[in-house]
């Protein structure tokens, strides 16, 4: 039984991996975004009930992001 879905916004893949790795062996169902701008489509489009955010994302700040979310 899946715990909740996670969406990761992390540019560093080693770092998104591993975090997805151990969250989908720990029954979430985790999603990885590689750029604040997929990221930030994926959070538009889908429903999620956590989002782990890089504050310092090569495309775009993470610190500004969520002030812009209407979520």
Do not use: P, T, W
């Not at 909740?4 to 985790?30: F, M, P």
Request: charged share 25%; aromatic share 8%.
């Amino acid at each position: 039984m899946k715990q909740g879905r996670i969406l990761i916004v992390e540019d560093e893949r080693s770092i998104a991996d591993a975090l997805h790795d151990g969250l989908k062996e720990s029954g979430y169902d985790a999603i990885s975004a590689y750029y604040g701008e997929s990221g930030f489509e994926l959070f538009q489009q889908e429903h999620f009930d956590l989002v782990l955010l890089d504050v310092n994302l090569g495309d775009v700040s993470g610190s500004g992001n969520s002030a812009g979310s209407d979520r």
